[in-house]
């Protein structure tokens, strides 16, 4: 185990946890939420034995669908507007490069799945095995 580091009154040790993925799932449909937090939390909710989270065609736009304000009219998630949240989160290295709306990739580093599944091949598209990514490490936040 790693020497914790403080960041204000919080101590983060460089250990895990785990997280219940059915919590993410709700998290990833609750419209009070952020387009960006939503898209994590379903990113997380589905993340497979080799690192990725896939969706079908269409799926993450409807997971991620937004609610009209003035007529109340629920509708997905626009292309546009998902591709993007993806951007976002690859830039902002919470995400790989490769990232999108079939396959979301996480960085190796950042995820255990229990398994050696990042040479597991992606059954959503062949953009390329996580083994050609280099990790990001933590995400500065
Ligand atoms: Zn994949």
């Known amino acids: 185990m790693s020497a914790p580091r403080r960041r ?6 460089d250990s895990w946890i785990a997280v219940s993925q059915a919590y993410d799932d709700r998290a990833a449909r609750n419209f009070a939420l952020s387009t960006d937090v939503r898209l994590l939390s379903a990113a997380r909710a589905r993340i497979e034995f080799n690192g990725h989270s896939h969706f079908g065609r269409g799926e993450l736009r409807h997971i991620l669908s937004k609610v009209n ?4 009219e629920v509708s997905d998630l626009s292309n546009s507007a998902l591709s993007r949240a993806i951007d976002r989160m690859v830039e902002a290295r919470m995400l790989l490069p490769g990232s999108w709306s079939e396959c ?17 091949e992606c059954p959503a598209k062949p953009h390329g095995l996580s083994k050609n990514f280099q990790s990001a490490g933590i995400p500065s936040v």
């Open 104 to 120: 979301l990739i996480h960085d190796p580093f950042t995820v255990q799945t229990g398994v050696k599944g990042y040479e597991t």
């Open 69 to 72: 304000e003035r007529t109340g």
């Open 8 to 13: 204000s009154s919080i101590t983060i040790r």
